[in-house]
């Protein structure tokens, strides 16, 4: 199935540091979210992002949503140990021709660690 | 607020058997999605069910069949289960009126293995 191209595969930081990750596709896309999923549990959302440029923030996470709407990234701040997980970007479309419902497109996920 | 609830939370079934995955969404939400997850990779969508009935297909076959009920609660049957269906099965619920359609919202999810 068509999936995002989403960058790097892992990290491993030191506590503190500044954690950068990103996303690509060769399509155009709605929305951008994106999700945190830890071992053995559903995604949880981070940050949505509606509009072209749009840049947001929640609490340490700052999103973007690229100019062409092809492409997103997620800058985390001063990471701390429960910043671990799998973060996946996803890129909504609309499930059928008539619009509304939008399905999820997601990445392959960035597995982050971060070193006491 | 409750969220999305799914059940069981894993089974074991053999290939060729039938399974039933169960949803409930999020109090205020009216659409549900599914999507299969598999080790390693990102969730893939399965389908999506609003007014009680499916409302796009993502690339699964006929034997991937669901259902809403009228308090948007939701079933995902999979029938002649095979070894690669062995998956991470997660239910998101959403809110959609008209032409707008709002952030899904995942449930923990139900691990099937088959054998």
């Known amino acids: 199935g068509q999936q995002l191209n989403q960058s790097p595969q892992s990290m491993f930081i030191q506590e503190g540091e500044d954690v950068s990750m990103n996303c690509t596709s060769s399509?155009?896309?709605?929305?951008w979210l994106w999700y945190k999923q830890d071992p053995g549990e559903g995604p949880v959302l981070l940050i949505a992002?509606?509009?072209?440029?749009e840049l947001t923030s929640n609490g340490r996470l700052t999103a973007q949503f690229g100019i062409t709407r092809k492409d997103s990234f997620l800058n985390i701040s001063a990471s701390i140990p429960s910043d671990v997980g799998i973060y996946f970007c996803a890129g909504t479309r609309s499930v059928t021709t008539q619009g509304g419902s939008e399905k999820l497109v997601f990445g392959k996920g960035t597995k982050l660690t971060v070193n006491p | 607020e409750t969220g999305v609830t799914q059940s069981p939370t894993h089974l074991i079934k053999t290939r060729g058997q039938q399974v039933t995955l169960r949803c409930s969404s999020q109090?205020?939400?009216?659409?549900v999605s599914w999507y299969q997850q598999a080790l390693g990779q990102g969730p893939q969508f399965i389908f999506q069910?609003?007014?009680?009935?499916?409302?796009g297909r993502g690339n699964f076959p006929p034997r991937f069949s669901g259902l809403q009920f009228p308090n948007y609660s939701s079933e995902l049957n999979v029938n002649a289960l095979e070894l690669d269906d062995s998956a991470l099965y997660l239910c998101?619920?959403?809110?959609?009126?008209?032409?707008?359609?709002?952030?899904?919202?995942f449930g923990p999810g139900t691990r099937l293995t088959v054998t």
């Open positions: 109090s205020g939400h009216n659409t």
């Open positions: 399509s155009i896309f709605n929305t």
């Open positions: 992002l509606y509009k072209a440029g």
């Open positions: 998101a619920s959403s809110y959609t009126q008209g032409a707008s359609s709002y952030e899904q919202y």
């Open positions: 069910y609003y007014r009680e009935e499916e409302n």
